[in-house]
C-alpha cells in the first residue's frame, strides 16, 4: 500500500477517535480539535527531530521516525551517499591530476587574467626559483623580470616559445611558452633546453671551424695548380685535367665561402640595426656586373619604381641581391630576359628578380632554401653553384625582418621577390632625382 | 599581512594603479639586472659590442625612472594613499633612484670594460672580479624578488651578503695594490679593474638600501643606519 494513503488512513484513524470521544461526551467540535491539535504536535515533533538530526550532520544514526518521515530519511540519505561518492571521485581526480603535472618534465605555471600566480608543478618551482604557497597570487612578471620575456608576455604572438637564460640559474637555457586558454587565463610552459642550446652552438661552431680549416689546404692546391697550368714542361695530355681541377677546386673555395658566410649569418642574433642603403644604386651596379659576363641571357633589365632607401646592412644585401640575380643569370638561357625591379607601396620595399628560365617544380618550391637542395642535380652541378646561395638570401632576408616569395611555373620562368617590412624603408637620397 | 594585500580599496582604479607602478618598478629592475649582468659579462670576456649595447641602453633605465617618479607623484596627488599604500609609494619612490644609480654604475663597467678590452685578457678572467660580481647580482635579485614577495626575511639578509661584498671588495683593492707595485706597467689595468669592483662594492650598497625600503614597507619601521642583529623583526 502507498504510505501516502496509510499517513492519511492515520489521520482518519484520530479524527475517528475524536469524534467517538466527541459522541460520547457529547462536545464534538472540541474534542476533533483536540485530537488534531494532539495529531500536529505530533508531526512538529518529529519535524523537530528530523531538522535536528539533519544540523547534526551526523548521517550515521538516523532517527526512525515512521511513516513518510522515514521516506525523508532514506532520501537525505541516498543524496548524501550520492554526494560523498561523487566527491571522492572529484578528489581522487584532482589528486591524480596534480601528482601527474607534479611528475611531468617540464614547469607548468597556471596565470589568471591579471597574470597572478594560480598554481604551478614542482618542476616550476624548482626551474623559476619560486617560493611554494607564498608566491601564489603574485604576478608573474614581478619575479620574472628579464625585459626579453616581459616583452613577450605583454606581446600577442604565443606561437613559438621565448628562449633565454634567467639570473636563478645562469648556466641554463630555459624555453618559456605562453598558451592562452579560456578567459584571459595562460599557461605557462617551461622546458629546460640547455642541451639544445648547446648542440645548436657546436654544430655552428663545427661548420664555421671546418670551413675555416678546409680553406687554408684548398689554397695551397690552387696555388700549384695555376702554377702547373702556366709550366710549358708539363706533358700537354695533363692540360685538361689541370683546367678541370682548377675548376673544381675554385668551385670548392666558393663553397667554402659561402658556408663562411652563411655561418656568419647564422652567428649574429637577432635583426641588423644597419644605416639606410642606396639599393637603387647598388642594383644598377649589379646590372652591369652581370652585362659583364661572357654567357648572359639576352636582356638584364632594371626597373627602378623607387628612390627609397633600405635599412640594413650593405654587404648582407648585396649578398642576397647578387645570389638572387647569379641564379637568375645562370638559369635563363642566352635568348631569355632577366627582370629586376625595386618598388615600395603600402606594405613595405620589394625586390623582385623574374626570369624565363626553365621553371621550378612546385614542389621543390618550399624546399629551395634548404643548404644543398638541388631540384635538377645534373644541371645545378653544371653550372658551378654552390647550392647554398638561397639559403643565403633567406638568412639576410629573416635578419632584415623581411621574407622570400618565389613564384615559379615549369618551362616559362620563375620570379623572386623579396618583401621587406615598412619600418625598414628609408627616405631617399635628398637632392636625388626621382623616377627616370 | 594587510599590506601585501592590496585588494582591499573601495576603488578598484587605485588597486590597478598600485599594482601597475609596482609592476614598472620590477620591470625596471628586471632591466637593471639584465645591465648589470650584461656588464659584467662584457668586462669578463672582453666583449666590447655587449658593453656598447649596456653604454646605450642605460638611457632606457633613466627613462624607466623619470616616468615610474611622475607615476608615483599623480599616485600622491590624486589618490592620498595612508599608511601601508603610502608606504609602498614612498618606497618605490625611493628604490627607483637606488635601481638608477645601479644602472649607472653598470654603465661604469661596461665603459671600464671598452677600456679593458683593447689590452690583453688576463688568463682567470678577473676572476675575483666576476666572483663579486655574481654575489651583487645575486643581491640585486634577491633585494627585487624580496620587493615582489613582500619578504622581510629575504631583505634581512641581503644586508648580511653585503658585509661578505665589503670584505671581498677590500681583498681586491689590496691585491690591486700587490700587482701594482710588483709591475708598474699593470697600474693603469689594476687601476681600472679596481674601479670596477669599486662600482660593484656601490651596486651592493644600493641593494642593500633596497631591502631596507622593504623592510620600511612591510612593517613601516626604518632600519637605515642600524646594526641588522638590533633590527630583528618586532612581532606585528
Not at chain 1, 39 to 57: A, E, P
Not at chain 2, 162 to 188: A, G, K, L
Request: overall charge neutral; glycine content about 8%.
Amino acid at each position: 500500500m502507498k504510505i501516502w494513503l496509510l499517513v492519511l488512513l492515520k489521520l482518519a484513524g484520530v479524527l475517528a477517535l475524536g469524534l467517538v470521544f466527541g459522541l460520547i461526551t457529547g462536545r464534538i467540535a472540541l474534542c476533533l480539535l483536540i485530537a488534531l491539535l494532539a495529531y500536529t504536535v505530533h508531526r512538529i515533533w518529529k519535524l523537530h527531530r528530523l531538522v535536528h538530526w539533519l544540523r547534526q550532520r551526523n548521517y550515521s544514526n538516523p532517527p526512525s521516525l515512521g511513516g513518510m518521515w522515514d521516506e525523508i530519511v532514506t532520501e537525505v540519505l541516498r543524496l548524501n551517499r550520492r554526494k560523498r561518492y561523487h566527491k571522492q571521485r572529484l578528489v581522487t581526480m584532482l589528486h591524480e591530476l596534480r601528482d601527474s603535472t607534479a611528475a611531468l618534465p617540464d614547469g607548468v605555471v597556471l596565470l589568471n587574467a591579471r597574470g597572478e600566480i594560480v598554481r604551478f608543478n614542482r618542476m616550476a618551482a624548482e626551474m623559476l626559483d619560486l617560493h611554494g604557497r607564498k608566491d601564489i597570487g603574485i604576478r608573474i612578471d614581478n619575479l620574472l623580470r628579464q625585459p626579453e620575456f616581459l616583452k613577450y608576455l605583454a606581446g600577442s604572438d604565443f606561437s613559438s616559445p621565448k628562449v633565454l637564460q634567467t639570473s636563478t640559474a645562469p648556466e641554463s637555457w630555459l624555453s618559456l611558452h605562453v598558451l592562452p586558454y579560456g578567459e584571459g587565463q595562460r599557461i605557462l610552459l617551461i622546458r629546460n633546453v640547455t642541451r639544445h642550446v648547446r648542440l645548436e652552438a657546436m654544430r655552428k661552431d663545427f661548420v664555421a671551424n671546418a670551413s675555416h680549416e678546409l680553406r687554408s689546404p684548398l689554397t695551397v692546391i690552387t696555388g700549384y695548380l695555376e702554377t702547373l697550368a702556366g709550366d710549358e714542361t708539363v706533358n700537354e695530355q695533363f692540360g685538361a685535367p689541370i683546367a678541370e681541377m682548377r675548376r673544381q677546386a675554385d668551385r670548392m673555395a666558393g663553397i667554402i665561402g659561402d658556408l663562411l658566410v652563411l655561418s656568419r649569418l647564422e652567428a649574429k642574433e637577432g635583426e641588423v640595426e644597419g644605416e639606410a642603403v642606396d639599393v637603387a644604386a647598388m642594383l644598377a651596379l649589379l646590372r652591369k656586373e652581370a652585362l659583364a659576363r661572357p654567357r648572359r641571357p639576352a636582356s638584364v633589365t632594371l626597373t627602378i619604381d623607387s628612390q627609397h632607401r633600405l635599412l640594413g646592412d650593405d654587404i648582407e644585401l648585396h649578398s642576397a641581391f647578387a645570389n638572387l640575380l647569379d641564379n637568375a643569370v645562370k638559369y635563363t638561357p642566352a635568348e631569355g630576359n632577366v627582370a629586376m625591379r625595386w618598388w615600395t607601396d603600402e606594405a613595405g620595399a620589394h625586390f623582385s628578380v623574374t626570369d624565363t628560365g626553365p621553371g621550378i617544380p612546385a614542389e621543390s618550391i618550399p624546399r629551395l632554401t634548404e643548404r644543398f637542395y638541388r631540384v635538377d642535380t645534373g644541371r645545378s652541378r653544371a653550372s658551378g653553384g654552390s647550392g647554398l646561395g638561397l639559403a643565403i638570401v633567406k638568412h639576410v632576408l629573416q635578419r632584415h625582418g623581411g621574407q622570400l616569395d618565389i613564384a615559379s611555373v615549369e618551362g616559362r620562368g620563375s620570379t623572386f621577390t623579396c618583401h621587406f617590412p615598412r619600418r625598414r624603408i628609408a627616405p631617399p637620397v635628398a637632392g636625388s632625382n626621382t623616377g627616370r | 599581512m594587510e599590506t601585501t594585500d592590496l585588494s582591499q580599496h573601495i576603488s578598484s582604479r587605485f588597486n590597478e594603479d598600485l599594482e601597475a607602478v609596482r609592476a614598472n618598478l620590477l620591470a625596471m629592475g628586471g632591466l637593471v639586472e639584465e645591465q648589470l649582468r650584461k656588464g659584467l659579462g662584457a668586462l669578463t670576456d672582453a666583449n666590447s659590442a655587449l658593453a656598447g649595447e649596456v653604454v646605450r641602453d642605460d638611457a632606457k633605465v633613466n627613462g624607466m625612472e623619470v616616468a615610474i617618479d611622475r607615476e608615483c607623484l599623480r599616485i600622491l596627488a590624486t589618490r592620498a594613499p595612508t599608511a601601508g599604500d603610502l608606504r609602498l609609494v614612498i618606497a618605490i619612490i625611493k628604490a627607483i633612484t637606488d635601481l638608477e644609480r645601479i644602472g649607472d654604475e653598470a654603465r661604469k663597467i661596461a665603459q671600464i670594460s671598452l677600456r679593458l678590452a683593447t689590452l690583453e685578457q688576463p688568463s682567470d678572467r678577473y676572476r675575483e672580479v666576476r666572483h663579486l660580481g655574481k654575489l651583487v647580482e645575486h643581491m640585486v635579485h634577491s633585494a627585487l624578488d624580496a620587493f615582489a614577495r613582500m619578504d622581510v626575511d629575504a631583505a634581512l639578509r641581503i644586508a648580511q651578503l653585503d658585509r661578505q661584498v665589503d670584505e671581498e671588495y677590500e681583498s681586491i683593492q689590496r691585491q690591486c695594490v700587490t700587482f701594482m707595485m710588483e709591475d708598474p706597467r699593470q697600474i693603469r689595468r689594476m687601476l681600472d679593474v679596481s674601479w670596477a669592483a669599486r662600482a660593484l662594492e656601490r651596486v651592493g650598497d644600493h641593494a642593500t638600501n633596497i631591502g631596507e625600503y622593504v623592510v620600511y614597507m612591510v612593517h613601516g619601521q626604518d632600519i637605515r643606519h642600524r646594526n641588522i642583529e638590533d633590527v630583528e623583526p618586532r612581532p606585528l
